[in-house]
């Protein structure tokens, strides 16, 4: 004689008809229907928001008196956040693959993040010629 299938039981959406073992639900918020989780986007927006902003500090600051903080901020902003979204990203990419066998790595953001690093410094180019101007005006006394 064979067994029918265990009884459902009420309230448990969880419960498999096959087994006795509930489903896991991922605390992941990156995770996809067949529950692998890909390489986050947030160093990129960051890196990417960092440039604009920095564009956007030399833009309103061009031609004008500025301040050395000014410029120190558009400085800040390009090569080191960058470089630092670039950093954020290898590592959580790195630390996800060895802790999750269904993790998807993303090589084309970390590319992407590799190229503005390096365009981070002709973006800051302006805010250190700014800051060396400044230096220089008042090493001279003038």
Not at 38 to 66: D, E, H, N, Q, Y
Not at 71 to 95: E, H, N
Request: hydrophobic share 45%; proline share 8%; charged share 15%.
């Amino acid at each position: 004689m064979s067994t029918p299938p265990p009884a459902r039981p009420s309230g448990n959406p969880n419960f498999a008809a096959t087994s006795q073992v509930p489903k896991k639900q991922s605390k992941e918020s990156s995770t996809t229907k067949s529950g692998a989780t890909s390489a986050s986007i947030l160093p990129l927006i960051s890196a990417v928001v960092a440039i604009a902003i920095s564009i956007l500090i030399f833009i309103m600051t061009a031609g004008k008196s500025a301040s050395i903080s000014e410029y120190l901020i558009g400085y800040f902003l390009t090569p080191i956040v960058v470089a630092v979204c670039m950093g954020w990203d290898s590592v959580d990419q790195r630390k996800k693959v060895k802790g999750n066998p269904y993790f998807k790595s993303k090589p084309q953001l970390t590319l992407i993040l590799r190229v503005l690093t390096g365009l981070s410094f002709i973006v800051a180019f302006p805010h250190i010629h700014s800051i060396a101007g400044i230096i220089g005006e008042k090493l001279a006394g003038s």
